[in-house]
Protein backbone atom coordinates (compact mmCIF):
# COMPACT_ATOMS: atom_id res chain seq x y z
CA UNK A 1 0.00 0.00 0.00
CA UNK A 2 0.59 3.52 -0.58
CA UNK A 3 2.72 5.08 2.21
CA UNK A 4 -0.13 6.77 4.68
CA UNK A 5 1.33 10.66 5.03
CA UNK A 6 0.10 12.09 8.54
CA UNK A 7 -1.12 15.01 6.41
CA UNK A 8 -2.53 16.30 3.16
CA UNK A 9 -3.45 20.31 2.71
CA UNK A 10 -5.40 20.53 -0.85
CA UNK A 11 -5.12 23.87 -1.80
CA UNK A 12 -2.21 26.63 -1.88
CA UNK A 13 -3.51 30.09 -0.84
CA UNK A 14 -2.95 31.73 2.32
CA UNK A 15 -4.82 29.17 4.39
CA UNK A 16 -2.85 26.26 2.76
CA UNK A 17 0.86 27.39 3.05
CA UNK A 18 0.00 28.96 6.66
CA UNK A 19 -1.50 25.03 7.72
CA UNK A 20 1.70 23.79 5.73
CA UNK A 21 3.89 26.13 7.70
CA UNK A 22 2.56 24.76 10.87
CA UNK A 23 2.26 21.21 10.28
CA UNK A 24 5.98 20.87 8.79
CA UNK A 25 7.27 22.80 11.80
CA UNK A 26 5.54 20.04 14.06
CA UNK A 27 7.17 17.58 11.71
CA UNK A 28 3.94 16.24 10.34
CA UNK A 29 5.79 16.28 6.78
CA UNK A 30 3.08 17.60 4.86
CA UNK A 31 2.33 16.79 1.30
CA UNK A 32 0.70 19.75 0.10
CA UNK A 33 -1.51 19.41 -3.20
CA UNK A 34 -1.33 22.90 -4.18
CA UNK A 35 -2.84 23.18 -7.33
CA UNK A 36 -1.94 24.36 -10.73
CA UNK A 37 -3.51 28.10 -10.16
CA UNK A 38 -1.83 27.87 -6.65
CA UNK A 39 -1.56 30.96 -5.06
CA UNK A 40 -5.52 31.84 -5.77
CA UNK A 41 -6.97 35.14 -5.62
CA UNK A 42 -3.68 36.24 -4.49
CA UNK A 43 -2.11 36.37 -8.16
CA UNK A 44 -4.57 38.59 -9.20
CA UNK A 45 -3.91 41.10 -6.98
CA UNK A 46 -1.39 43.74 -7.40
CA UNK A 47 -0.04 45.46 -4.21
CA UNK A 48 -1.23 44.28 -0.83
CA UNK A 49 -0.98 46.57 1.66
CA UNK A 50 -2.57 45.18 4.62
CA UNK A 51 -0.89 42.45 5.37
CA UNK A 52 0.95 42.95 8.27
CA UNK A 53 4.07 42.61 8.44
CA UNK A 54 5.08 43.90 4.95
CA UNK A 55 5.27 47.32 5.87
CA UNK A 56 6.22 48.93 2.68
CA UNK A 57 3.48 46.27 0.78
CA UNK A 58 4.07 43.40 -1.30
CA UNK A 59 2.85 42.11 -4.58
CA UNK A 60 0.19 39.35 -4.16
CA UNK A 61 2.31 36.43 -6.41
CA UNK A 62 5.33 37.80 -4.40
CA UNK A 63 3.96 37.25 -1.06
CA UNK A 64 2.20 33.62 -2.33
CA UNK A 65 5.93 32.70 -3.05
CA UNK A 66 7.12 33.96 0.00
CA UNK A 67 4.45 32.09 1.86
CA UNK A 68 5.28 28.68 0.19
CA UNK A 69 9.26 28.92 0.73
CA UNK A 70 8.48 29.61 4.42
CA UNK A 71 6.81 26.28 4.41
CA UNK A 72 9.49 24.45 2.29
CA UNK A 73 12.03 25.46 4.60
CA UNK A 74 10.64 23.22 7.33
CA UNK A 75 9.78 20.16 5.14
CA UNK A 76 6.60 20.64 3.24
CA UNK A 77 6.37 18.54 -0.20
CA UNK A 78 4.58 20.01 -3.10
CA UNK A 79 2.56 18.79 -5.66
CA UNK A 80 1.42 21.10 -8.31
CA UNK A 81 -1.36 19.69 -9.71
CA UNK A 82 -4.49 19.73 -9.01
CA UNK A 83 -7.17 16.83 -7.23
CA UNK A 84 -9.39 15.33 -9.18
CA UNK A 85 -11.47 12.97 -6.67
CA UNK A 86 -11.65 12.26 -2.99
CA UNK A 87 -12.51 9.73 -0.51
CA UNK A 88 -13.33 10.15 2.78
CA UNK A 89 -15.61 7.41 4.16
CA UNK A 90 -12.96 5.93 5.66
CA UNK A 91 -9.36 6.60 7.32
CA UNK A 92 -6.97 6.43 5.81
CA UNK A 93 -8.39 9.42 3.42
CA UNK A 94 -7.68 9.04 0.04
CA UNK A 95 -6.30 11.84 -2.51
CA UNK A 96 -6.54 11.19 -5.92
CA UNK A 97 -4.83 13.13 -8.70
CA UNK A 98 -5.92 11.77 -11.85
CA UNK A 99 -4.73 7.96 -11.50
CA UNK A 100 -2.26 8.75 -8.96
CA UNK A 101 -3.43 7.66 -4.97
CA UNK A 102 -1.82 9.69 -2.14
CA UNK A 103 -3.24 8.53 1.53
CA UNK A 104 -3.10 10.62 4.75
CA UNK A 105 -4.63 10.14 8.40
CA UNK A 106 -5.63 13.62 8.23
CA UNK A 107 -6.77 16.02 5.75
CA UNK A 108 -6.58 19.74 5.65
CA UNK A 109 -9.55 21.54 2.90
CA UNK A 110 -7.80 24.95 2.21
CA UNK A 111 -9.19 25.46 -1.69
CA UNK A 112 -10.96 29.07 -1.12
CA UNK A 113 -13.09 30.52 -3.08
CA UNK A 114 -13.65 32.50 -6.46
CA UNK A 115 -14.43 35.86 -7.08
CA UNK A 116 -16.95 35.49 -10.21
CA UNK A 117 -16.35 36.88 -13.26
CA UNK A 118 -18.31 38.60 -15.56
CA UNK A 119 -16.06 36.35 -18.43
CA UNK A 120 -14.97 39.48 -20.50
CA UNK A 121 -12.01 39.46 -22.52
CA UNK A 122 -11.40 43.01 -21.59
CA UNK A 123 -12.23 41.98 -17.62
CA UNK A 124 -9.29 39.51 -18.13
CA UNK A 125 -6.54 41.32 -19.72
CA UNK A 126 -7.29 44.51 -17.35
CA UNK A 127 -7.16 42.50 -14.16
CA UNK A 128 -4.92 44.48 -11.62
CA UNK A 129 -4.59 47.32 -14.19
CA UNK A 130 -8.02 48.49 -12.73
CA UNK A 131 -9.91 45.94 -12.70
CA UNK A 132 -10.39 44.51 -9.16
CA UNK A 133 -12.33 42.20 -7.31
CA UNK A 134 -11.51 43.50 -3.79
CA UNK A 135 -12.57 46.69 -2.17
CA UNK A 136 -10.83 46.20 1.09
CA UNK A 137 -7.49 45.22 -0.72
CA UNK A 138 -7.73 47.81 -3.64
CA UNK A 139 -10.34 51.09 -2.93
CA UNK A 140 -6.86 52.99 -1.36
CA UNK A 141 -5.76 53.33 -4.92
CA UNK A 142 -8.55 55.02 -6.04
CA UNK A 143 -7.89 58.35 -4.45
CA UNK A 144 -9.65 61.23 -5.88
CA UNK A 145 -10.62 58.83 -9.20
CA UNK A 146 -13.34 58.06 -10.58
CA UNK A 147 -14.77 53.85 -10.09
CA UNK A 148 -17.11 51.85 -11.03
CA UNK A 149 -19.21 48.88 -9.31
CA UNK A 150 -20.89 46.50 -10.63
CA UNK A 151 -23.24 44.38 -8.52
CA UNK A 152 -26.82 44.75 -6.84
CA UNK A 153 -26.36 42.25 -3.71
CA UNK A 154 -24.78 43.28 -0.35
CA UNK A 155 -21.19 43.04 -1.31
CA UNK A 156 -21.85 45.55 -4.08
CA UNK A 157 -23.29 47.94 -1.88
CA UNK A 158 -20.91 47.54 0.76
CA UNK A 159 -18.06 48.27 -1.47
CA UNK A 160 -19.72 50.68 -3.38
CA UNK A 161 -20.09 52.70 0.19
CA UNK A 162 -16.18 52.26 1.21
CA UNK A 163 -14.49 53.43 -1.82
CA UNK A 164 -16.90 56.20 -2.00
CA UNK A 165 -14.61 57.02 1.31
CA UNK A 166 -11.72 57.23 -0.98
CA UNK A 167 -12.85 57.86 -4.90
CA UNK A 168 -14.41 61.41 -6.21
CA UNK A 169 -16.71 59.67 -7.72
CA UNK A 170 -18.53 55.90 -7.88
CA UNK A 171 -20.97 55.34 -10.17
CA UNK A 172 -22.99 51.37 -9.25
CA UNK A 173 -23.85 50.10 -11.92
CA UNK A 174 -26.50 46.63 -11.94
CA UNK A 175 -28.61 44.86 -14.15
CA UNK A 176 -31.70 45.25 -12.82
CA UNK A 177 -33.89 47.82 -10.79
CA UNK A 178 -34.71 45.72 -8.13
CA UNK A 179 -31.63 45.22 -5.64
CA UNK A 180 -30.99 41.69 -3.67
CA UNK A 181 -29.24 43.59 -1.31
CA UNK A 182 -30.77 44.18 2.31
CA UNK A 183 -32.36 47.86 1.96
CA UNK A 184 -30.71 49.07 4.88
CA UNK A 185 -27.47 48.92 2.55
CA UNK A 186 -29.26 50.23 -0.72
CA UNK A 187 -30.40 53.47 1.42
CA UNK A 188 -27.05 53.86 2.69
CA UNK A 189 -25.52 53.84 -0.94
CA UNK A 190 -28.50 56.22 -1.96
CA UNK A 191 -28.00 58.49 0.77
CA UNK A 192 -24.05 58.92 -0.12
CA UNK A 193 -23.75 62.35 -2.46
CA UNK A 194 -20.76 60.75 -4.53
CA UNK A 195 -22.62 57.44 -5.27
CA UNK A 196 -24.85 57.09 -8.63
CA UNK A 197 -27.29 54.33 -9.57
CA UNK A 198 -26.88 53.49 -13.17
CA UNK A 199 -29.29 50.59 -13.46
CA UNK A 200 -31.22 48.25 -15.95
CA UNK A 201 -27.20 47.89 -17.61
CA UNK A 202 -25.00 45.05 -18.34
CA UNK A 203 -21.39 45.03 -18.95
CA UNK A 204 -20.30 45.01 -22.69
CA UNK A 205 -16.65 45.79 -22.64
CA UNK A 206 -14.20 47.34 -19.94
CA UNK A 207 -11.86 49.69 -22.50
CA UNK A 208 -8.46 50.49 -21.66
CA UNK A 209 -5.21 49.34 -23.25
CA UNK A 210 -2.82 49.64 -20.48
CA UNK A 211 -5.01 49.96 -17.69
CA UNK A 212 -9.01 51.02 -17.76
CA UNK A 213 -10.16 54.19 -19.08
CA UNK A 214 -14.08 53.53 -19.24
CA UNK A 215 -16.73 51.10 -19.38
CA UNK A 216 -19.09 50.22 -22.65
CA UNK A 217 -22.89 49.34 -21.07
CA UNK A 218 -26.27 48.17 -22.50
CA UNK A 219 -29.27 48.87 -21.45
CA UNK A 220 -31.15 45.76 -20.66
CA UNK A 221 -34.48 47.85 -22.20
CA UNK A 222 -33.70 49.58 -24.98
CA UNK A 223 -30.72 47.35 -26.12
CA UNK A 224 -28.70 51.04 -26.29
CA UNK A 225 -25.25 51.32 -25.72
CA UNK A 226 -23.03 54.42 -23.52
CA UNK A 227 -20.01 54.42 -22.33
CA UNK A 228 -18.84 55.99 -18.74
CA UNK A 229 -14.99 56.91 -18.17
CA UNK A 230 -13.78 55.78 -14.98
CA UNK A 231 -10.60 54.64 -13.94
CA UNK A 232 -11.18 51.70 -11.54
CA UNK A 233 -14.05 48.27 -12.41
CA UNK A 234 -14.67 46.49 -9.64
CA UNK A 235 -16.58 43.45 -9.90
CA UNK A 236 -18.87 42.59 -6.68
CA UNK A 237 -21.24 39.60 -8.12
CA UNK A 238 -20.30 37.53 -5.37
CA UNK A 239 -17.71 34.39 -4.75
CA UNK A 240 -18.15 30.69 -5.58
CA UNK A 241 -16.37 28.51 -2.89
CA UNK A 242 -14.10 26.02 -4.42
CA UNK A 243 -16.38 23.12 -3.13
CA UNK A 244 -17.47 20.92 -5.98
CA UNK A 245 -14.78 17.79 -4.94
CA UNK A 246 -16.56 17.52 -1.40
CA UNK A 247 -20.14 18.43 -1.61
CA UNK A 248 -20.60 14.90 -1.48
CA UNK A 249 -18.86 14.06 1.29
CA UNK A 250 -18.64 16.97 3.82
CA UNK A 251 -21.32 19.07 5.15
CA UNK A 252 -21.69 22.87 3.46
CA UNK A 253 -24.42 25.17 3.45
CA UNK A 254 -26.99 24.11 1.12
CA UNK A 255 -27.58 27.02 -1.30
CA UNK A 256 -23.56 28.61 -1.44
CA UNK A 257 -21.78 25.33 -1.48
CA UNK A 258 -19.45 26.97 1.29
CA UNK A 259 -17.97 24.44 3.89
CA UNK A 260 -19.23 23.99 7.28
CA UNK A 261 -16.65 23.71 10.02
CA UNK A 262 -17.71 23.05 14.22
CA UNK A 263 -17.95 25.98 16.13
CA UNK A 264 -14.50 27.48 16.39
CA UNK A 265 -12.71 24.58 15.29
CA UNK A 266 -11.74 23.98 11.71
CA UNK A 267 -13.68 20.17 12.03
CA UNK A 268 -15.44 19.44 9.51
CA UNK A 269 -18.65 16.26 9.83
CA UNK A 270 -15.79 13.95 8.96
CA UNK A 271 -13.38 13.71 12.20
CA UNK A 272 -9.81 14.30 11.22
CA UNK A 273 -10.67 16.15 7.87
CA UNK A 274 -10.34 19.68 8.24
CA UNK A 275 -11.30 22.93 6.36
CA UNK A 276 -9.37 26.29 6.67
CA UNK A 277 -9.59 29.55 4.71
CA UNK A 278 -12.27 31.39 2.04
CA UNK A 279 -13.74 27.42 1.66
CA UNK A 280 -15.56 27.93 4.84
CA UNK A 281 -15.69 31.46 5.21
CA UNK A 282 -17.62 33.77 3.39
CA UNK A 283 -17.72 36.34 6.24
CA UNK A 284 -14.07 37.92 6.20
CA UNK A 285 -12.46 36.61 2.85
CA UNK A 286 -8.93 38.29 3.79
CA UNK A 287 -5.33 36.98 3.14
CA UNK A 288 -4.78 37.30 6.85
CA UNK A 289 -8.14 35.91 8.21
CA UNK A 290 -7.49 32.90 5.70
CA UNK A 291 -3.86 32.39 7.13
CA UNK A 292 -5.26 32.15 10.61
CA UNK A 293 -7.33 29.86 9.60
CA UNK A 294 -4.79 27.12 8.10
CA UNK A 295 -3.02 28.03 11.15
CA UNK A 296 -6.01 26.94 13.32
CA UNK A 297 -6.24 23.73 10.91
CA UNK A 298 -3.06 22.65 11.30
CA UNK A 299 -3.09 22.48 15.10
CA UNK A 300 -6.15 20.80 14.98
CA UNK A 301 -4.83 18.12 12.69
CA UNK A 302 -1.84 17.70 15.08
CA UNK A 303 -4.46 17.33 17.87
CA UNK A 304 -6.15 14.51 16.17
CA UNK A 305 -2.87 12.77 15.16
CA UNK A 306 -2.31 12.64 18.40
CA UNK A 307 -4.81 11.56 20.18
CA UNK A 308 -5.03 8.23 17.29
CA UNK A 309 -1.61 7.64 18.54
CA UNK A 310 -2.39 7.78 22.31
CA UNK A 311 -5.39 5.69 20.86
CA UNK A 312 -3.00 2.80 19.36
CA UNK A 313 -0.66 2.82 21.74
CA UNK A 314 -3.02 2.34 24.34
CA UNK A 315 -5.00 -0.52 22.52
CA UNK A 316 -1.67 -1.90 22.04
CA UNK A 317 -0.55 -2.16 25.55
CA UNK A 318 -3.75 -3.53 26.52
CA UNK A 319 -4.00 -6.40 23.96
P1 LIG B 1 -25.08 37.97 -4.19
O1 LIG B 1 -25.99 38.28 -3.07
O2 LIG B 1 -25.15 36.66 -4.86
O3 LIG B 1 -25.30 39.12 -5.28
C1 LIG B 1 -24.67 39.07 -6.53
C2 LIG B 1 -25.14 40.26 -7.36
O4 LIG B 1 -24.41 40.31 -8.56
C3 LIG B 1 -26.64 40.18 -7.73
O5 LIG B 1 -27.23 41.43 -7.61
C4 LIG B 1 -26.59 39.74 -9.20
O6 LIG B 1 -27.62 40.30 -9.98
C5 LIG B 1 -25.29 40.35 -9.67
N1 LIG B 1 -24.71 39.55 -10.75
C6 LIG B 1 -24.45 38.23 -10.76
N2 LIG B 1 -23.87 37.87 -11.92
C7 LIG B 1 -23.78 39.00 -12.67
C8 LIG B 1 -23.27 39.30 -13.95
N3 LIG B 1 -22.72 38.33 -14.72
N4 LIG B 1 -23.33 40.56 -14.40
C9 LIG B 1 -23.86 41.54 -13.63
N5 LIG B 1 -24.35 41.33 -12.39
C10 LIG B 1 -24.31 40.07 -11.92
O7 LIG B 1 -23.52 38.13 -3.77
P2 LIG B 1 -22.86 39.09 -2.69
O8 LIG B 1 -23.34 40.48 -2.81
O9 LIG B 1 -21.38 38.85 -2.79
O10 LIG B 1 -23.34 38.49 -1.29
C11 LIG B 1 -23.08 37.13 -0.95
C12 LIG B 1 -23.61 36.86 0.47
O11 LIG B 1 -22.82 37.55 1.43
C13 LIG B 1 -25.05 37.33 0.65
O12 LIG B 1 -25.72 36.43 1.50
C14 LIG B 1 -24.88 38.66 1.33
O13 LIG B 1 -26.00 39.04 2.13
C15 LIG B 1 -23.64 38.42 2.20
N6 LIG B 1 -22.94 39.69 2.45
C16 LIG B 1 -23.31 40.39 3.56
C17 LIG B 1 -22.68 41.62 3.83
C18 LIG B 1 -23.08 42.35 5.05
O14 LIG B 1 -24.07 42.00 5.65
N7 LIG B 1 -22.34 43.38 5.45
C19 LIG B 1 -21.71 42.12 2.96
C20 LIG B 1 -21.38 41.39 1.83
C21 LIG B 1 -22.02 40.17 1.58
P3 LIG B 1 -29.15 39.80 -9.84
O15 LIG B 1 -29.63 40.35 -8.55
O16 LIG B 1 -29.81 40.36 -11.04
O17 LIG B 1 -29.08 38.29 -9.85
Not at 200 to 210: C, F, M, R, S, Y
Request: charged share 25%; net charge negative; hydrophobic share 40%.
Amino acid sequence: MTDVRNVIIIGGGPAGYTAALYSARANLRPLVIEGFNWGGQLMITSDVENYPGYADGVMGPTMMQDFRRQAERFGAEFLTDDVTRVDFSERPFKVYVGKDEFVADSVIVATGASARQIGLESELRLQGRGVSYCATCDASFFRDKVVMVVGGGDSALEEATFISRFASKVYLVHRREEFRASPIMVDRARADEKIEFVLNKTIDEVIGDAKVTAVRLQDTQTGEFSEIETDGFFVAIGHDPNTALFVEQLDHEEDSGYLVTRGKSTETNVPGVFAAGDVQDHTYRQAVTAAGSGCAAALDAERYLSDLRHAALTATSSG
